[in-house]
């Protein structure tokens, strides 16, 4: 599985965003989704993770309301809406592919990774 992670900018505190994580390869397994950050010298962290049918997911404290993780699977496509941006959510976001059909927040069963897109929010 190859993943493509895009969406990301400069944007000022308040504004949004859409990440958008686009899979090829060997897509025909069922997989849940997760969307991790990382900044410089900080290990990577769990943001937000989506089911294979979408219909659970689950999302860090420091994020809920504001992110919305939503997939299409028709696409092959999994999305990071992004509402409200705080200078804190500035990080190189990456999307992965889960090892599991359900939701996880435990890194090690994500076995596919994108290559990681900036997000920088301006206060």
């Known amino acids: 599985v190859q993943l493509q992670a895009s969406g990301g900018g400069l944007v000022q505190a308040g504004g949004s965003l859409r990440l958008s994580c686009g899979a090829s390869g060997s897509t025909d397994s069922s997989r849940a989704m997760g969307w991790f950050r990382q900044t410089p010298g900080k290990e990577r962290e769990f943001v937000a993770s989506?089911?294979?049918?979408?219909?659970?997911?689950y999302y860090i404290d420091s994020v809920k309301g504001r992110f919305t993780i939503f997939r299409d699977n028709a696409k092959n496509t999994v999305y990071l809406q992004m509402n409200s941006l705080k200078p804190e959510d500035t990080a190189v976001y990456y999307c992965?592919?889960?090892?599991?059909?359900?939701?996880?927040?435990?890194?090690?069963?994500?076995?596919?990774w994108g290559q990681g897109t900036q997000v920088t929010v301006s206060s």
């Open positions: 989506i089911s294979w049918s979408g219909g659970r997911v």
């Open positions: 992965a592919a889960s090892t599991l059909v359900g939701v996880t927040t435990h890194i090690r069963e994500y076995d596919y």
